[in-house]
């Protein structure tokens, strides 16, 4: 019997698979198509993302530098700037980061199987037995534990009657291959509960997108707005975002990892960093030969509970009256010295002596 099978190859799943084989224990790890694709991300993260990584990976994966962020309450005003002198964040080719944390897992020893996708999953005392669909028919395939990193519509969450997520958002992007170097991103606060936005990619092009409630048309809306404006037609693509984690994450032998387990940021969607930094506890918690799920769910929640509890304060101040969210932005805009998945580094207390300098 094998002790780990992950399902799933984001960057959750791949980064435990990665860090539990070079714990030495044995892993399988499936992906139901090839990695990294349909992209259904804008890969705009802190970065933080390169102490995940081999110190080449921003060679590789980095497109482009962003330095702040312009807030809009309408979409032809002028907007509320908020920045740093030194670069806070980075879009990437988020397909080849999949790829290169792929890459990294099978180095390090774990069994990589693309297109086979988990079907079923059945608990027992002693083991967890996954139903497997790949290319050369369907198998079964015993595990001391199993982790679901399979996404916002889990099947091993499903499978294993585990609560869902609190709420899901759809979000669509468009990608349109004109340069752009513009050093900060744009947030349009005119979406029902979220937003909308673009992100300079570099030489890589330049992102539209927009993300919203269900029932929402987010294609419809986000082709309405960039027609009005002109811009060209591109690639497209989207997904589900969770938002709000379940209240349990684990059963006996199975825990959830990444958007399966809700870890995102309530106020952007963002779910890279939590997944990886969620899949780096789960490694350092869990050992398939005298297994306790529960010192995982006890650690990702004291690491990540309270940002993302902060973090659902501040996606209500998406819904605040147009005047409010125009005192509160041009009251806080500037520079300003907050970390981008850390809402509670608002109160820290650079931030607090920026915000009150004068
Ligand atoms: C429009 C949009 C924009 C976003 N932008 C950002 C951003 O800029 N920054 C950011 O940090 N986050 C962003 N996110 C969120 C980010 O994409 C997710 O948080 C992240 O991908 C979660 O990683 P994961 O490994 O948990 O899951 P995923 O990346 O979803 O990976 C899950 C994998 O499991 C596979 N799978 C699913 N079911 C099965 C099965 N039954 N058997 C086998 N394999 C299966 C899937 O094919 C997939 O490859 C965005 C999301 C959307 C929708």
Redesign the pocket.
């Known amino acids: 019997m094998i002790d780990v099978a992950v ?8 980064h435990y698979a990665r860090r539990a084989a070079q714990q030495g224990q044995s892993v399988v790890a ?4 090839s ?2 694709e349909p992209l ?6 802190s970065r933080d993302l390169w102490e995940f990584l081999p110190d080449a990976a921003p060679d590789r994966l980095r497109q482009h530098e962003i330095r702040g962020a312009r807030f809009h309450v309408a979409p032809e005003d002028d907007g509320y700037l908020f920045y740093r002198d030194e670069p806070i964040s980075n879009a990437i080719d ?1 397909v080849d980061l ?1 790829r290169l944390l792929v890459e990294l897992a099978a180095e390090a020893g774990a069994e990589i199987r693309t297109n ?4 079923a999953v059945e608990e027992g005392p002693e083991s967890v037995s996954l139903t497997v669909r790949g290319p050369d028919g369907v198998e079964r395939v015993e595990a001391a534990m199993v982790v679901g ?8 969450r499903r499978e294993l009657g585990l609560p869902e997520p609190e709420r899901f958002l ?4 468009r990608h349109v291959p004109e340069p752009d170097h513009a050093d900060h991103v744009d947030v349009y606060l005119t979406v029902p509960g979220f937003f909308a936005w673009r ?1 300079p990619r570099g030489d890589a092009g330049v992102e539209y ?1 927009l ?1 919203g409630p269900p029932g929402y048309d987010v294609v419809d809306h986000l082709d309405n707005r960039l027609a009005g404006h002109g811009v060209p037609d591109g690639e497209r ?5 969770p938002i709000g984690p379940p209240e349990r994450v684990h059963t006996d032998r199975a825990i959830l ?4 387990a809700g ?3 309530p106020f ?8 990886l930094r969620a899949a780096e506890i789960a490694a350092r918690k869990l050992d398939p030969s005298a297994l306790d799920t529960t010192a995982y769910e006890r650690a990702w929640r004291a690491e990540l509970g309270t940002e993302i509890r902060l973090g659902r304060w501040l996606r209500r101040a998406y819904s605040l009256p147009d005047p409010l969210a125009r005192l509160g932005l041009s009251t806080l805009a500037g520079e300003i010295d907050v970390h981008m998945d850390e809402p509670s580094s608002l109160f820290s207390k650079d931030a607090l002596t920026t915000l009150f300098r004068g």
């Open positions: 399902v799933g190859l984001g960057p959750a799943g791949a499936f992906e139901r198509g990695v990294g259904a991300c804008s890969g705009h993260v988020r999949d086979h996708l988990v079907t990193a399979d996404g916002p519509q889990s099947t091993v759809v979000g669509t992007l992100i997108g993300a693509f989207g997904g589900h975002i990892l990444g958007d399966a870890q995102t940021k952007t969607g963002g779910g890279i960093l939590y997944g």
